[in-house]
């Protein structure tokens, strides 16, 4: 059950994600598809009486329990973001929005980070939510899986910084050849006389 509960979540928030989206520039009716938008979190929070219920009812906390957590914290630390870009580039396609930022070089190196600190956000919300787990269960019940989730919690925050590590390393390059800063095409370098 919690596992299609995960995954109805899932699905449901793409699904008010683009009726959200879909009043806001389609409609023209930008108040309603905000307030779709605003009952994303609900999603969560049902997830979460959910799977306390099951655990309150003796279900034994397992590996579904631990991917509640994470996809809990995925949704809090990602889900307002997700949210944003994907507006974003709805708003440049039918609404005359401006162009999505490309980054490049030290640009996108930041904006990697910046991603790297959502995903540690995830790992604590998951973590706690994991935590606050094995304590209601207690010591009568096996936690082995929740504290495993949290060692996956970790390495997940552990990859994405070596990740993001390699873009600051090997920065990508912009193929049209201007400067992240401006977007403008470098200027030639000029001689001086001496």
Not at 52 to 75: E, Q
Not at 166 to 190: F, H, M, N, S
Request: hydrophobic residues 50%; proline residues 4%; contains cysteine.
């Amino acid at each position: 059950m919690i596992v299609a509960l995960i995954i109805a979540c899932e699905v449901g928030f793409w699904v008010l994600l683009a009726l959200g989206l879909a009043l806001r520039y389609l409609a023209k009716m930008p108040r309603t598809g905000a307030a779709v938008l605003l009952m994303e979190p609900l999603l969560e929070l049902i997830l979460l009486i959910v799977t306390a219920i099951d655990l309150k009812n003796g279900a034994p906390a397992d590996w579904k329990h631990g991917l509640a957590a994470v996809y809990i914290g995925f949704t809090v630390a990602y889900g307002h973001y997700t949210i944003k870009w994907v507006d974003g580039h709805v708003a440049y396609r039918f609404a005359g929005g401006p162009r999505p930022v490309k980054r490049y070089g030290l640009d996108y190196a930041k904006h990697e980070g910046k991603l790297l600190l959502r995903t540690v956000l995830m790992a604590v919300v998951a973590c706690g939510l994991l935590q606050a787990a094995i304590v209601y269960v207690g010591d009568g019940g096996d936690t082995t899986s929740l504290h495993e989730w949290q060692g996956t919690s970790l390495k997940i925050v552990s990859i994405h910084a070596v990740i993001a590590l390699t873009y600051l390393i090997w920065q990508k390059k912009d193929p049209r050849g201007r400067t992240e800063v401006t977007g403008e095409a470098p200027r030639p370098q000029q001689k001086t006389l001496r």
